[in-house]
């Protein structure tokens, strides 16, 4: 059975059962804002220390690297246009496979070249993430994001963190301004 969780909730992966490897859903529509046919968001995870930023760029995962070094975390790849049903972008989590200093994964999701074509997360409805366990295929967990982000150009939608020997979920539902940028600022990726 499914938790719905609102903002600010944190929860465990698991109660009773162990859960190692999972899948972290995105999905967003922005359609009916959408007079070009160019609305492209991005799924991203950082993988941060205790200091809450990443080691190295490595610990980046996006678009443009698919796949942490460790193969704990690997990106499903860019669905450039969100049309469908269903999710939009899907990073999978093997908890097991994390190095011991992640100490958190965030996951967000940008606009691309945002600016330059005018958009925000104002224009974005029905955004949401889940957590689904690999093994079985259900769903553990999922936020509904319903906050106003308005001029947001980036959303840092959850994370799941190391709580002792536990993992647990946080939904945390902040927009950021300067999109995908201004989120590498904040966890010290380095941009060229």
Same mark, same amino acid.
């Given at each position: 059975?499914?938790?719905?969780?609102?903002?600010?909730?944190?929860?465990?992966?698991?109660?009773?059962?162990?859960?190692?490897?999972?899948?972290?859903?995105?999905?967003?529509?922005?359609?009916?804002?959408?007079?070009?046919?160019?609305?492209?968001? =991005?799924?991203?995870? $950082?993988? &941060? *220390?205790?200091?809450?930023?990443? #080691?190295?760029?490595?610990? /980046?995962?996006?678009?443009? +690297?698919?796949?942490?070094?460790?193969?704990?975390?690997?990106?499903?790849?860019?669905?450039?246009?969100?049309?469908?049903?269903?999710?939009?972008?899907?990073?999978?989590?093997?908890?097991?496979?994390?190095?011991?200093?992640? =100490?958190?994964?965030? $996951?967000? &999701? *940008?606009?691309?070249?945002?600016? #330059?074509?005018?958009?925000? /997360?104002?224009?974005?409805? +029905?955004?949401?993430?889940?957590?689904?366990?690999?093994?079985?295929?259900?769903?553990?967990?999922?936020?509904?994001?319903?906050?106003?982000?308005?001029?947001?150009?980036?959303?840092?939608?959850?994370?799941?963190?190391?709580?002792?020997?536990?993992?647990?979920?946080?939904?945390?539902?902040?927009?950021?301004?300067?999109?995908?940028?201004?989120?590498?600022?904040?966890?010290?990726?380095?941009?060229?």
């Amino acid at each position: 059975m499914s938790v719905s969780l609102k903002k600010g909730d944190k929860v465990a992966l698991s109660k009773d059962s162990i859960v190692n490897r999972i899948s972290v859903c995105l999905g967003w529509d922005t359609a009916k804002y959408d007079d070009d046919g160019d609305f492209d968001l =991005d799924a991203s995870a $950082f993988v &941060v *220390t205790k200091a809450g930023i990443t #080691r190295s760029d490595n610990d /980046f995962v996006f678009y443009n +690297n698919l796949k942490h070094p460790s193969g704990g975390v690997i990106h499903s790849g860019d669905n450039l246009t969100g049309f469908g049903e269903g999710d939009d972008e899907v990073i999978k989590v093997d908890l097991e496979k994390l190095p011991k200093y992640a =100490d958190r994964v965030v $996951f967000c &999701v *940008t606009i691309f070249e945002a600016e #330059r074509r005018m958009q925000n /997360f104002g224009m974005v409805e +029905n955004s949401y993430i889940r957590i689904v366990d690999d093994v079985t295929g259900n769903e553990i967990m999922r936020y509904d994001l319903k906050e106003k982000f308005g001029n947001s150009t980036a959303i840092i939608a959850g994370e799941i963190y190391r709580d002792e020997s536990k993992w647990k979920f946080h939904a945390v539902g902040e927009g950021r301004d300067g999109g995908l940028l201004e989120l590498c600022k904040e966890f010290e990726v380095e941009v060229e």
